[in-house]
């Protein structure tokens, strides 16, 4: 059964969740094997790769194609829980809350990637600017739209100084 | 016990898993009250709104406060799933699919929303570019980062002039 409706749930059916469950809309492969060498942000990276979505998502890929860019978002599979609350970023040596640090040792592990689009064909995206482990399920899709996304921001806190270079 | 070490699982332990589920690290209070009225992107609001973490997270947030921005991530609790995988955005009224635009009704009903962050203390964050209904899960918070994750674009599809406001 094809579903063509939008719904919501009814507000006083709203109850606070105590757990959230996803299932992975598809997988990413990519040249990274083991963690060892990944990039530590996707700006930071050209390496490619290939999102393989799941056949029975497909049609959700309709003009994806119109877009340079998209927000892969992803579970970082390989992440033992629990994590510490505070720890060493990559960066910098010392520690900071795990709120302040955008390392994949999260309470929930879940990576934002900003990835190029070179391709859609069938159910794959080839992409570019690759910082994601071979084989990491991945959980969303979104068009990145600079008009929306960039943001001036004014601090930076403990990264000042401490960007060194960037590719894209 | 306080957990200080940030571990991974045994690659040969590794498996691709059918279902991701996440426990929600906290709970945003805004005047969103009900669906109607809530921006489309936060880039086009100037509400406030409060970040309440639950307490057993609270130490994560340290550091926090240097950083102007945030990316929070969060779950429409509120999408009745199964979700259809094409149909029309906000901004058009043309069939997309779901991964060409960025509807609440997705596979995976995860939202991003970069906030400015205008304080932090104990366990809660005031923020401003408030586009989420009152209590709604939070899932994750990182630091945004303007060098990483401002990244020029050269194809908005679909969203070609119709982006017609922004505030920030």
């Known amino acids: 059964m094809e579903i063509t409706k939008r719904e919501l749930i009814n507000f006083k059916d709203r109850n606070f969740p ?14 990274f094997k083991t963690i060892k060498g990944i990039p530590i942000q996707s700006s930071m990276s050209n390496q490619k790769g290939t999102i393989e979505i799941f056949p029975e998502y497909k049609s959700g890929l309709k003009d994806l194609f119109e877009f340079s860019h998209l927000y892969c978002l992803y579970f970082f599979d390989m992440v033992k829980l629990p994590v510490p609350l505070q720890s060493k970023p990559f960066l910098d040596n010392k520690i900071k809350g795990v709120f302040a640090i955008r390392t994949p040792f999260r309470p929930n592990p879940i990576g934002i990637s900003i990835l190029q689009i070179l391709n859609v064909e069938e159910n794959k995206i080839e992409v570019n600017n ?11 899709i979104k068009p990145f739209v600079s008009e929306f996304d960039n943001v001036k ?16």
Chains 1, 2 share one sequence.
Do not use: A, E, N
């Not at 910082?131 to 991945?138: A, F, K």
């Open 130 to 140: 690759v910082d994601i482990l071979d084989y990491t399920p991945i959980l969303d």
């Open 153 to 168: 921001t004014h601090k930076i806190g403990w990264l000042k100084d401490r960007i060194k270079y960037k590719i894209s």
């Open 18 to 31: 105590k757990q959230i469950c996803f299932k992975p809309i598809g997988i990413i492969h990519t040249p």
